[in-house]
């Protein structure tokens, strides 16, 4: 079977957008590996452009539209995220974007979507399909569609983090033992995997996802695509996805990656940690790889792991809640 990505994709795209994403640090902490008995490197993608990982797909994704595509505008839809990297993607690329979110999404993640110059559509998640309105959007007014997950230069973009790792672990004699990250739709860890099971391919290789949306475990293990509860709520909306993509399931099939899942408490508990210890601001769906090393969901001791923090786009309010403990 081909998959949609390959190596060569990934190093292409870390071309596109160097010197244009940041080029995130990969940080140790003493206080962490102290903790968990070993050594923990952690990518804080938090620090990237609009605040998560997805400006480096969004960017790729949209640079290789041809001029006449760039005139016609694009189409997202996201509860944040994915949002605020393509509205400001097409920002510095010149294009109009216009991004379907749910009603319910952070008002932080609206507020910086629309301040990075993009159109809006609200929607109710419950009632609503996102995908229909991007269509009628696409169709209206010709904007090419930038799906959050399931297309080959967004899984490319996504895999420039697993490039960075690699060089920064190789620079310091290091070789993983364990890798994770969060998934929602499978785009970062679908690329992120592509290289670092390439690289490392002794390590294990794990998919963080939150209990009640654990479809990508779920699928791994059955070995088809299965789907999520989307009624069910959850305080790590930048992960709420229905299902894999087709395209990212059959890359995280291949390199063998396992799925484990967190609590939302676990998972606020964790934002609570990464800001007083680790000194870093993160969202509840960014901060899962964190969470299971906390909560023990892998063995850390005498073992070397890396986890990407994906994001830190959270409102204030629930920043508080997580830090005062009543977030859950």
Known sequence: MTLAISYEDIVAAAGRIRGIAVRTPLLEN???NERLGGRVFIKPECLQHAGAFKFRGAYNRISQLTDAEKKRGVVAFSSGNHAQGVALAARMLGVKATIVMPQDAPEIKVRNT????????LFDRYSESREAIAAEISEKEGAIVVPSFNDPYIMAGQGTIGLEIAEDLKAIGVVPDQI??????GGLASGLYTVLGREF?????????PATYDDTKRSLESGERQHADISVKSIC????SEAPGPLTFAVLQAFGVKGLTVSDREAADAVAYAAETL????????VVSLAALLDGRVETKGRTSVIVLSGGNIDPKLL??????TAV
């Open 201 to 209: 391919p002794e390590a294990a290789r794990y998919v963080v996802e």
């Open 237 to 240: 909306d930048a992960l709420l």
């Open 279 to 286: 000194k870093l601001t993160t969202e509840p769906g960014g």
């Open 114 to 121: 629309k301040g990075y110059g993009a159109i809006v559509r």
């Open 320 to 325: 508080s809640a997580c830090l005062g403990g």
């Open 180 to 185: 994770l990250t969060g998934c929602g739709g």
């Open 30 to 32: 003493l206080a962490l």
